[in-house]
């Protein structure tokens, strides 16, 4: 990504990874929309409250996989193979070592964080079961996005798009097979979806063990250099604190929406995995502009990044706001997908069309985050993140449910809350470390 015309290595690099964030989307998502339409509405609200639950894990450990992929992109700009090698060698060995820790942490936990969300006694169980079995299985999808990052890194975005593909397809037919044959309701999706993403990891662990390219895993070199392992913290962990700091902060919001009951939740989980695949376009331009301005900050072609962070905004917006206007004249069939009962309809609709559009002021927010990261300032976007998407929102929360109204609407509304500050904030924030560059530049040139 060093060289060639931008816009369209971001539209070739961004692509599969947009392709491939629908297909890993499906996983939980067909989960949901078998589950609500052959189960029943409290199994939907169950997957639903689980959400922010495995989202705090897999957050927590995509920061590192942020600060691995800044580092090899850095390396692989920098042409320094011996630096990469020991870096994909560190990762992959943390990875084991993370994804075991993850697991066995996330099960101890389900109970009490089911019990923060103020979670309803007929969601109670479903979801508690749901949850031990997911996060049980949770290493192939760690060790599957971690592989699939060392490739991003290097510019590798399609292969993993086609395992993720076959894999997405896989989970549909265990879905099916496991609800539907042999009636094992929500354990049943939740046994299916791990045993898909495992599927993923070996086809990724295969991959990096075959390749000729200077990225290959190799076993006999596998292990943790910490001089590497530290700076891979240093980048991702930020982003991961924050991340999971939001996460922490949206079970909290889920605790708001569970008082409602199992009729409203079902909604806010409809609403919730919709949203989810509008903010594929952002994250994937985001990941696009993360690799392309580390694999170019190691190239020393500042100008560059900065027409490449530029172009990846206006991409990532576009398609958001086209989206985005879709779904609204057509939310009550898009929740309409997840839920037959028309409670959940009305509510999962009305979050939709309430907070749709303001998705376009966080496709700065991840965007600009992911150019910074891509220069190793991590700690910047991390804290203007947490003090919006959690300090801010809290706020809200607090203040409207207790002297405005407690309403499912007002409630849902915190999300825009916190993405309008964020992006005014981070736009001053980036605006100002870049004419920080510019002048270290000048002063470097004068000397």
Known sequence: MTSGPILKQLVLFALPLMLGNIFQMLYNTVDSVIVGNYVSKQALAAIGST????????FFFNGFSIGAGVVIGQYFGARNPEKLHTAVQTTMAA???LSLLLSVLGVALVRPLLMLMNTPEDVFQDATLY????????????????GSGILRAVGDSTRPLYYLILTSLLNIVLDLFFVLVLKAGIAGAAIATILSQFVSAVLILVLLTRTQDIYRLDWKDLRIDG???????SIGMPAGLQTTVTSISNIFVQGYINVFGSGVMAGWSSYNKLDQFILLP????????TTFVSQNTGAGNEQRSDRGTVSALVLASAITAGIAAVLFAYAPTAVRLFSPDPEVIEYGALFLRANVFFLVFNCINHVLAGALRGRGDSKGPMIIMLSTFVGLRQIYLFLVTRFVANTPLLVGFGYPVGWVSCCIIELIYYWVQKKIRSADQKLMLSE
């Open 51 to 58: 959400t922010m639950i495995v989202n705090l894990l897999v």
């Open 95 to 97: 990875t084991f070592v």
């Open 131 to 146: 949850l031990r079995i997911y996060i049980g299985g949770l290493s192939g999808l760690l060790i599957y996005n971690m």
């Open 227 to 233: 001089l590497i392992l530290r700076k891979i913290f």
């Open 282 to 289: 952002m994250q994937s331009m985001a990941m696009a502009s």
